[in-house]
């Protein structure tokens, strides 16, 4: 965060520096740009408070349409949509976006097995002897094989939605989050300041 700040600051100073033929115009100039960026930023910022439940449900919404449309449920699966939920479903030990059932309308998963029987929950929402395995390698080993057809709470994460889990997840690291979204505001208000101080200067001494 110090570079950032020294790097910012520096910027400032090379575009403001009479030395190197700047004037207050070409200050000025970096200066309405760095608020505007400001400006925007915060913008985004009320945006994403006030609709933010909007954007929860269209997100939610456009997963549970890709289950249904696309999910393939295999652990070799190359198709993009189900590999990503798949490693999602591994790393964050959930099943589904709200509900494991949402599984049961995906018209691309083939839920039988090889004996005639068929799978509640794709084998990702099991529990794997080695979760690295899976996620370095896509090689996955339940720790109860019987596990897509009969999940428990003992075998299985079925009963953990992953939105909750990715949720919690994220608030867990909120703090850290908002830190450095302030330090970055914080370093374009500065440069702000600094260019227009910068500014008063040069006009006073008529450059």
Not at 104 to 110: I, Q
Not at 128 to 156: G, H, M, R
């Amino acid at each position: 965060m110090s570079y950032v700040a020294k790097d910012g600051i520096s910027d400032c100073h090379k575009l403001c520096n009479p030395e190197k033929g700047y004037s207050s115009v070409s200050c000025a100039k970096y200066a309405i740009l760095l608020l505007l960026i400001l400006i925007i930023e915060l913008a985004a910022i009320v945006i994403a408070g006030v609709f933010s439940s909007q954007v929860e449900d269209k997100l939610k919404d456009f997963l549970k349409k890709n289950i249904n449309s696309t999910y393939e449920g295999a652990i070799d699966t190359s198709e993009e949509f189900s590999l990503g939920l798949d490693y999602a479903q591994v790393y964050f030990a959930c099943c589904g976006v709200d509900s494991f059932e949402e599984f049961h309308g995906a018209t691309k998963w083939n839920r039988t097995t090889s004996s005639g029987q068929t799978m509640d929950v794709p084998p990702t929402c099991c529990k794997l002897k080695d979760v690295d395995a899976y996620l370095k390698d896509q090689q996955a080993e339940l720790e109860d094989p019987n596990c897509p057809i009969s999940p428990t709470q003992t075998n299985s994460n079925y009963h953990t939605p992953c939105w909750d889990s990715i949720k919690d997840y994220l608030k867990s690291r909120i703090a850290l989050v908002i830190g450095i979204a302030a330090g970055i505001l914080g370093l374009e208000i500065i440069c702000v300041i600094f260019a227009c101080c910068i500014i008063s200067a040069l006009r006073k001494e008529g450059k």
